[in-house]
């Protein structure tokens, strides 16, 4: 099958998380001929190339009620319509969709299959490009450039919120920030920027 008929290959190609490409290495697939050549995609583009359509395959992970991805454990109805835990939580009684009751068992296939895949940050919405396996997704998102934070000095006035990576510049400039802690302040920036 020719390349060009793999129009999803674009999101594995995306999927360049350090973390996501360290878990590979150590993973089940040591056998693979696209074995590790550096920090690169290559064995996730290895699995792109025999996934059909990854975004018609993702799209079956949208809670039909918050429209965040559902993730393990995987509550159905008993039509098999899945929906987040959380939402179940705050006492849906009835599937959204088909208004069946709710099954006992969770739908361990879908369970299953949202190892195996990588989900989009949920700062994707904000520039972010990351895509990550469950397991990382979590500990990415915590340290994404692409999230929201205030600023450092919140306690003294400011109520400045800004993606991570604006909040940076914006510090040296804060009109709360003490005016004696400029030196030291630019040196503890420059300490946080390398560790992304
Ligand atoms: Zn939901
Ligand atoms: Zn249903
Ligand atoms: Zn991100
Ligand atoms: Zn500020």
Redesign the pocket.
């Given at each position: 099958m020719a390349n060009n008929s793999m129009p999803n290959g674009r999101a594995y190609a995306e999927c360049k998380s350090p973390t996501a490409a360290l878990a590979r290495q150590s993973s089940v697939r040591k056998s693979s001929a696209g074995e590790m050549t550096g920090a690169s995609a290559l064995p996730s583009l290895g699995t792109a190339g025999r996934l059909v359509d990854y975004d018609a395959l993702i799209k079956h992970f949208d809670c039909p009620v918050c429209h965040d991805w559902v993730t393990p454990p995987i509550i159905q109805c008993r039509k098999g319509h899945i929906v987040c835990g959380p939402c179940k939580s705050k006492g849906l009684k009835a599937c959204p969709i088909c208004k069946q009751r709710f099954s006992d068992v969770n739908n361990w296939m879908m369970e299953q299959v949202s190892l195996v895949i990588a989900f989009p940050?949920?700062?994707?919405g904000n520039g972010?490009h990351?895509y990550s396996e469950l397991i990382h997704k979590t500990s990415?998102?915590a340290l994404?450039?692409?999230?929201p934070v205030s600023c450092q000095y919140g306690i003294r006035g400011c109520t400045q919120i800004l993606l991570y990576h604006l909040m940076e510049k914006h510090v040296l400039e804060c009109r709360f920030k003490p005016p004696n802690l400029h030196a030291q302040l630019s040196s503890s920036s420059s300490r946080d920027n390398s560790l992304n």
């Open positions: 940050c949920k700062f994707q972010c990351i990415h998102e994404c450039s692409f999230r």
